[in-house]
């Protein structure tokens, strides 16, 4: 603390060193034979501080016990606060799958299908020619508008999804063509399982814009 | 660095950055009198700290001793605040509907790391109602139930009935079976109220024409229970009052209570 009151007035910082032992252990009139440790260690130089006259203790000094004292209960704050920060983090999730099998190819006619828009929140599009693989296949788009997030509608008399929000519209491939939309939908990962099954996976999307459409696993070839 | 300009040669970089830290105005709104070492300075920093003032700035001696206090009363709080901090944190997680009570339960322990937080609750639970048992005990020994502290006392038995209501109410809480038939039997006995309740005495002379004005759909023990048996509605019920009515309630009172401790003399203490 900057207002010690025992500072040494003169002297630099480089000249702080241990005082010089003294021959006769100082012992105030006040306090003789009232403390132990004067009493126990007669040839211990003058403590610096003085010692307060009702602190008897002969293991802890009453300075020493009161900073265990806060140091004890500081550590067990912050390992309190710790541990409530770590129980906000749960170890098992409620969350439903990203991973999942949505049934066999045929199964799926050409064109887009809602089937699985309220459960997954993917559309399952069957086309004869992709715009990028130009092949015949299967893509997952999510249904999830790019401008902010709404789930547009299927219009199949306009062949266009339609996002009630603010009118974004995008081509069945899920390109953009109307709206504040910035960019097409994304679409999910599409691959065979080993059951012949389609399986869709939403942890791994595809950008258009960033060319990621052009990867295998973007598009299920047939 | 000899020649550089610092006010004070002796001072460090240290020394300097307290000062200035100790001059801001974050630090002086906070700490606004200077270190309790007088007696004067230690009246100033306890009564112009909200928290601080809520105990007095001296006691008499016996107050802090343990073999006439027991210090009951201070435990009972410190669980009660405990309670609530561990309490609200379980609210995190758990959802009182038929669906989700009790796997929110066995998740709080299985899924959510730490899971001893709501065994922290559950048996911090039980050890504030032996708690404000034994501060009640003390107080009755001790004769400091006596005016001019009999209106306290007063202000005790209803947080000790508030104090057992919460750990009635909580223990629904985790929806298995001691829970339910517990709180079953617990609620029948609403069944015997005077008047209000559809089997109490009395409560057959409430007649309008040949209509019973008091049956098991509107009296003591469905207001309890939101239902005639212990089903979701006695769940959501229980766990607002639970989780906020009662907790309410008691810190309205505890107010009452540690504020009538000071204008009654302070903590009682031997003749």
């Given amino acids: 603390m900057a207002d010690e009151p025992n500072a040494p007035v003169e002297g630099a910082p480089a000249s702080k060193g241990p005082p010089a032992k003294p021959v006769q252990p100082a012992v105030p009139p006040n306090l003789a034979g009232k403390t132990t440790s004067v009493a126990a260690a007669p040839r211990r130089p003058p403590a610096k501080k003085k010692k307060v006259v009702d602190d008897t203790s002969p293991l802890l000094s009453r300075r020493s016990w009161l900073g265990l004292a806060w140091g004890s209960f500081t550590a067990a704050s912050a390992t309190a606060l710790a541990a409530t920060g770590r129980f906000m983090f749960p170890n098992v999730l409620n969350e439903p799958p990203q991973q999942f099998k949505i049934g066999f190819p045929d199964e799926y006619a050409p064109g887009v299908d809602e089937r699985w828009k309220d459960r997954f929140g993917i559309w399952i599009v069957r086309t004869p020619s992709d715009i990028v693989q130009e092949a015949a296949g299967f893509y997952a788009l999510l249904t999830a508008c790019t401008h902010l997030g709404c789930t547009p509608n299927w219009l199949s008399a306009e062949l266009k999804f339609k996002c009630p929000c603010h009118g974004s519209g995008f081509r069945p491939t899920g390109v953009n063509f109307e709206g504040p939309a910035p960019r097409p939908l994304e679409r999910a990962r599409i691959v065979l399982a080993e059951d012949g099954q389609i399986l869709v996976d939403k942890a791994r999307k595809f950008q258009f814009e960033l060319g990621q459409w052009a990867d295998p696993e973007s598009f299920l070839r047939l | ?271």
């Fill in chain 2, 1 to 271: 660095m000899a020649d550089t300009k610092i006010v004070t040669p002796k001072e460090g970089a240290l020394e300097r950055s307290w000062n200035w830290l100790t001059e801001t105005q974050v630090w002086k709104s906070v700490f606004r009198h200077n270190a309790p070492i007088t007696d004067r300075n230690r009246v100033l920093v306890v009564l112009s700290n909200v928290f601080l003032h809520l105990h007095p700035v001296r006691l008499r001696k016996s107050g802090v001793r343990l073999r006439y206090t027991w210090c009951m009363g201070g435990l009972s709080f410190f669980l009660f605040l405990s309670l609530t901090f561990t309490g609200v944190l379980l609210m995190f997680y758990y959802r009182p509907t038929l669906e989700y009570a009790y796997t929110d339960i066995v998740g709080l322990r299985e899924h959510v790391p730490l899971g001893i937080m709501r065994e922290m609750h559950r048996w911090g639970g039980h050890a504030m109602v032996v708690t404000v048992w034994l501060h009640m005990f003390r107080v009755f020994m001790t004769g400091s139930y006596k005016p001019p502290r009999e209106f306290n006392w007063n202000v005790g038995v209803i947080m000790l009935v508030l104090t057992l209501l919460l750990s009635f109410t909580g223990y629904l809480l985790p929806w298995d079976q001691l829970a339910i038939w517990a709180i079953t039997v617990g609620s029948n006995m609403a069944r015997a109220t005077p008047f209000m309740g559809a089997e109490g005495p009395g409560s057959a002379l409430l007649m309008l024409g040949d209509v019973r004005l008091i049956h098991a759909a509107d009296d003591a023990r469905f207001a309890l229970l939101g239902g005639t048996f212990v089903g979701e509605g006695a769940l959501l019920r229980f766990y607002v009052l639970h989780c906020v009515g009662l907790p309410l309630a008691i810190a309205v009172l505890m107010a009452v209570h540690f504020w009538r401790v000071r204008k009654d003399g302070g903590i009682s203490g031997p003749a």
